[in-house]
């Protein structure tokens, strides 16, 4: 199997093809693909098959029952017999229809060759007991039945479920451990479209080992062979002026869809399971790995009319793909009498939140990076013993996700949905919520995401949904509390893990045993800030710079965990700054440190001052930093220590933290240490007067 490295290498050799967050703005014409080639471009064989669709499974009597029995044998996928491990022989798993309200049952009989789970992708259910876990692990030679209230208010649309065991999801779900899962009643706001045909198009892949069984990995060499279900090519049947619903979802590990009908138009009426706020006709649609879109279809005159999908560059670092026509429609035979004139408007008030007026409780940045070796969040390889991002439940947060890498990935979260609002810093028009959205390359997505619902209390996990990358590290686990409960237990060796990797950018403090004592330096609106200044309480303490991809997102994300903490343990808050020092004065100054200032997850208040001010408050703290090399564009990062100081009146550290420790064991430090300062200091800090 090639290195991350050797496939990076590869790629840069294809032609470039740079998205913009939504959609890819141009196509290429090289065929080659880096997972492998796809009939070259041209057209298939003859002949091709009528359109199929998997075996249907409905709910009777409000309970869906599905067996998932896993198996590795023969089974036809597309025009090839594939040796594999998958459900109940088919390449393709059945499609399960439920309604809001029923109980969805999967027995999962695992005779496969790997431990492994099911992931209910999009569902906004709970992670609890049989729900929807990816902690749960049902071992070779077992059997686990997931029992799963549908809730009455949950959007109706197209969803599906596969396997998420981390280190091994690319394979399994490359095997065809996958369904897909409808809730019903998504054409109800529009009463011109009930009775319509609808068409479930599952779009997955897989590579072939020469022993006829999936490939291990991914063989940059080796064809890919794309398919419709468990098709190659089929032909749909459509009358000239017939409207179709097509629910297109992308179940395959890692590969982009860029789709569109040879410059016909059609029309968006779902996307990762929500309804729009209004139907979006669009002549193309980006449909990253993972993600649903459901799509009206309309042919005026009779013809072959081609779902293809473009050449796809996923950037300098990323992957190719080739283009490919998916499916052919067929528009043949009398036209119908009444053709539906698209697009409708949908009857009663939207069923989505326009999260952009939503008073916001907390801001993360969180950052997607890489090495040679691995995938990273926050420069820390998955680990699933570790809590990364703790939540208040009942709260609303605004997540900065940024893409420090040359290539893009996929942010996916479990368990809920969230908006869009910004991508590259431009405003993006409300009209969806989603759970599946793409980083631009060395860009960020803004997304508010509102934790107010049962089903997101409990532990559940983000991820890059570029399989892959997911199983290469690229994860991160969160726990939801209720803050009206007892904070769940966090065990020793959970909390914030240590990086080891040279690429964090961090340099050991010049002086551990540092006492701190008086500094002076200004705040974003250049106003002085010394060690007077914390006499009126605790702080805690940092330095590093707003460019920073590494340590300062993670000390800003245990700056919110014990934010959090405070806020849910008994005995009243004591009072505590958030402080942060930029080693970087020749950038952080002004409007770049306010702004860095107004996206903490916590009330910071941001530092620097001349190149002086900053080097000896950094002496007195103990701290260090080495700015690098000047690139080639002029840019440059800072190596820079990264402890977390609590201090106290007069600049006085009483206590040093790594950056791995525990949220709990800083937040009772705080504790410890608040009764020590002067009462009178902390009548004043709460605005009080003793």
Not at 110 to 115: A, M, R
Not at 207 to 218: D, L, R, Y
Not at 446 to 463: A, K, R, S, T, W
């Amino acid at each position: 199997m090639l290195t991350h490295a050797a496939i990076t290498a590869l790629a840069l050799l294809a032609p470039a093809l740079v998205p913009d967050g939504a959609e890819f703005p141009k196509e290429t014409r090289d065929r080659s693909s880096m997972y492998g080639l796809s009939w070259f471009g041209g057209d298939p064989p003859m002949p091709r098959p009528a359109f199929e669709e998997s075996l249907t499974i409905r709910s009777e009597n409000g309970v869906a029952r599905v067996e998932m029995h896993l198996r590795k044998q023969e089974v036809q996928a597309g025009d090839q017999k594939l040796v594999t491990t998958c459900f109940n022989g088919k390449y393709t798993g059945p499609i399960v229809r439920v309604r809001p309200g029923d109980i969805l049952e999967v027995r999962l009989i695992n005779d496969g060759e790997y431990n492994t789970n099911l992931h209910f992708h999009g569902l906004q259910v709970s992670p609890d007991d049989y729900g929807d876990s990816v902690f749960t692990i049902v071992p070779i030679g077992h059997e686990f039945t997931y029992r799963i209230r549908i809730p009455e208010y949950h959007h109706p649309g197209t969803y599906w479920f596969h396997a998420h065991p981390h280190a091994t999801t690319q394979r399994q779900v490359m095997q065809g451990m996958a369904a897909t899962l409808i809730v019903e009643g998504e054409l109800d706001r529009w009463p011109e479209l009930r009775g319509i045909t609808e068409r479930n198009c599952v779009l997955h892949d897989y590579q072939k080992s020469f022993n006829g069984e999936v490939a291990q990995g991914i063989q940059v060499s080796w064809p890919t062979y794309r398919l419709v279900n468990d098709q190659k090519f089929p032909e749909v049947a459509i009358r000239p002026g017939e409207t179709q619903l097509l629910r297109l979802s992308a179940q395959g590990p890692n590969i982009y869809y860029y789709l569109d009908f040879g410059g016909e138009k059609f029309w968006v009426v779902n996307t990762d399971g929500n309804p729009v706020n209004e139907m979006r006709e669009v002549d193309r649609y980006a449909l990253p790995p993972g993600s649903r879109a459901d799509v009206l279809v309309k042919f005026d005159k009779p013809g072959r009319y081609k779902l293809h999908t473009s050449e796809i560059r996923t950037g300098p670092a990323g992957d190719g793909y080739s283009a490919e026509n998916l499916l052919t429609m067929v528009c043949e035979g009398e036209p119908v009498a009444k053709p539906i004139a698209l697009p409708l408007k949908a009857e009663g008030p939207s069923p989505l939140r326009d999260l952009r007026g939503v008073k916001v409780d907390n801001v993360r940045t969180i950052v997607f990076n890489e090495t040679d070796n691995d995938f990273r969040i926050d420069n820390r390889y998955f680990d699933g013993t570790r809590i990364d991002q703790l939540i208040k439940w009942g709260t609303v947060e605004r997540w900065i996700i940024r893409n420090s890498t040359d290539e893009l990935h996929v942010f996916h979260f479990h368990q809920t949905d969230f908006q869009v609002v910004k991508v590259n810093g431009k405003e993006v028009p409300f009209n969806e919520h989603r759970d599946n959205i793409n980083l631009p390359v060395r860009g960020e997505v803004e997304v508010i995401i509102p934790f107010d619902m049962p089903c997101q209390v409990g532990d559940y996990v983000f991820h890059c949904h570029i399989l892959c990358h997911e199983d290469g590290g690229m994860m991160q686990k969160v726990r939801c509390y209720d803050p009206s409960l007892p904070m769940p237990p966090i065990r020793p060796g959970d909390g914030f893990g240590p990086v080891e990797d040279a690429s964090h950018q961090t340099v050991a403090a010049s002086n551990p045993n540092a006492a701190g004592g008086p500094f002076a330096l200004k705040d974003a609106e250049g106003k002085p800030f010394t060690d007077a200044s914390l006499n009126d309480g605790l702080a805690l303490m940092t330095f590093g710079y707003t460019e920073c991809t590494g340590a300062c997102p993670r000390t800003m994300a245990t700056f919110s965990s014990v934010d959090d903490v405070l806020d849910s343990t008994p005995g009243g808050r004591p009072p505590l700054r958030f402080v942060f020092v930029s080693v970087d004065p020749a950038r952080d100054q002004g409007k770049k440190l306010a702004e860095y200032q107004a996206a903490a997850a916590v009330p910071l208040v941001a530092l620097t001052g001349t190149p002086e001010e900053v080097a000896k408050a950094a002496a007195t703290f103990g701290a260090a930093y080495q700015p690098q090399p000047r690139r080639e564009d002029g840019s440059y990062s800072v190596r820079h220590s990264t402890d977390i100081y609590l201090v106290g009146p007069g600049g006085r550290i009483f206590r040093r933290f790594a950056l791995n420790t525990d949220p709990q064991v800083i937040a009772a430090a705080v504790r410890e240490y608040a009764p020590r300062v002067p009462a009178k200091a902390v009548a004043r800090a709460e605005g009080g007067d003793r």
